[in-house]
């Protein structure tokens, strides 16, 4: 959770009391933690298990990544890539899938960057 401090505003209602000290401080994010953006809550159940899905195998090709015995260039590389097809999740779930599958099988066949 991101926090940070801001003064009471003048004339107005302090920001909010939440925290440790007692200050004055207010979420970035206004929304409250139990409530969530429709892209964050897919409503199709097959929808929701293709997210699920692809991000139990992005964090398996996370794994993976971190455990080559490859230049600091190529991990960097390598997770680049997998930052990309996360980025395309949020976008278009079905190509960030095929995207990931893509790269898991080059990741199998050796195929890895030079570095």
């Excluded at 401080?25 to 293709?50: G, W």
């Amino acid at each position: 959770m991101h926090w940070h401090r801001e003064p009471p505003y003048e004339g107005g209602e302090p920001a909010s009391t939440e925290g440790t000290d007692g200050v004055a401080e207010s979420r970035i994010d206004d929304r409250q933690d139990d409530q969530t953006s429709p892209a964050e809550e897919p409503d199709e159940p097959e929808v929701a298990a293709l997210y699920a899905l692809v991000a139990e195998r992005l964090k398996q090709a996370h794994a993976r990544v971190h455990a080559l015995n490859v230049s600091a260039e190529a991990k960097t590389a390598l997770t680049r890539q997998l930052l990309m097809v996360t980025e395309t999740a949020k976008r278009d779930l079905p190509e960030a899938a095929r995207r990931l599958s893509r790269f898991v099988q080059d990741l199998d066949e050796g195929h890895l960057p030079l570095g």
